[in-house]
């Protein structure tokens, strides 16, 4: 039996696969724990499928799937863990940004009970203003979320097969897995490590994604955006039947005054920015609605190696399953 499986996603990693590979490898074969790592190929543009492939033909313990094409590393992930049989299953990168040497200290506090092993990097080595955003971001998160997630804490942990069984048990189309591994609970420990740079190649997060993420995660776990609306909607009345309250004040007192123009244009203005971002917020919602009743599968799986071909068959089977009967 597979004791220990590494889940590996890669988009668009030729330049640093093989070397993440030997140091994966040289990091794995000391703990004499028998092992698989399996690689999802994320629709890469580059050679990196031919690398896989590669390393498939002269390891064993390599396997793999390929997708038609990017449907982005929340997808690869979930694939990578319907592929694993190990007891045991890693999540990390595979720009060695997540130190392969740590899968053995993982291991080990796995072995004292724990369910989920989390590396939590502290972040050195970015920018003022990024570490000063990710701060700031985690204090909304923590505020708005029903579910706790640390900063810094991020894919790279090890989870228990019984974790790996309730993260394949949801079905949710909208996938945040930041929230859902805080979601499902179970006992969890951390340590921390310091944050490492790539070893090669371009990050695929730019700042529209890394945006786009951020708003996932705060609209997935929680209805509070709506509440908010809601709330800002009630004290707009209450301030506009004041400011009612204190024309009719002045016309009783004074007579009646020609209205300022600049206040009631400030007011339009103020007025439609709040209705439209209120109609954003709703229409999040919607169309997270519109997405999950489509009941889509994640993603379609092009390829695989021989070990995962008929893996890969209930992969899609699973991920389409439970269509509504007409």
């Known amino acids: 039996m597979v004791q220990i499986s590494i889940v590996v996603p ?72 319907r592929m694993s049989r190990g007891a045991a299953v890693v999540l990390m990168d595979a720009d060695l940004q997540h130190p392969p040497e740590f899968i053995p200290r993982m291991l080990a506090l796995h072995q004292h009970g724990y369910d989920q092993v989390v590396a939590q990097r502290d972040r050195a080595h970015e920018g003022a203003l990024k570490s000063a955003v990710c701060r700031a971001y985690y204090r909304l998160v923590r505020r708005c979320m029903n579910v706790e997630i640390v900063n810094g804490a991020g894919d790279f942990r090890l989870l228990s097969r019984r974790a790996v069984d309730s993260l394949l ?45 951020g708003i996932d995660g705060l609209i997935s776990f929680n209805s509070r955006p709506l509440r908010l609306a809601i709330h800002t909607g009630l004290w707009l009345f209450l301030s506009a039947l004041v400011y009612a309250l204190w024309i009719i004040a002045n016309v009783v007192l004074d007579g009646v005054e020609t209205p300022g123009y600049a206040t009631l244009i400030t007011a339009v203005v103020a007025l439609s920015g709040i209705q439209l971002a209120t109609l954003g917020v709703i229409g999040e919602y919607v169309g997270r609605i519109y997405d999950e009743s489509k009941r889509r599968p994640h993603y379609v799986v092009r390829e695989t190696d021989e070990s995962a071909a008929v893996l890969s068959s209930n992969l899609s089977l699973a991920a389409g399953q439970a269509r509504p009967e007409v």
């Open 10 to 81: 890669c988009y668009n990693e030729s330049e640093v696969l093989r070397a993440f590979h030997e140091a994966l490898v040289d990091a794995l074969e000391p703990i004499s724990t028998t092992f698989e790592i399996c690689y999802v190929d994320d629709g890469s543009g580059d050679d990196t499928l031919v690398i896989i492939k590669g390393l498939a033909g002269t390891d064993g313990r390599v396997r793999y799937a390929s997708f038609s094409r990017n449907f982005g590393k929340e997808s690869a992930m979930l694939a990578g863990m």
């Open 169 to 213: 048990s949801l079905p949710e189309s909208n996938r945040f897995s930041k929230g859902l591994f805080s979601w499902i609970g179970f006992e969890t420990v951390g340590f921390t490590y310091e944050n490492v740079r790539r070893a090669a190649g371009k990050s695929k997060w730019s700042g529209r994604h890394l945006l786009n993420y």
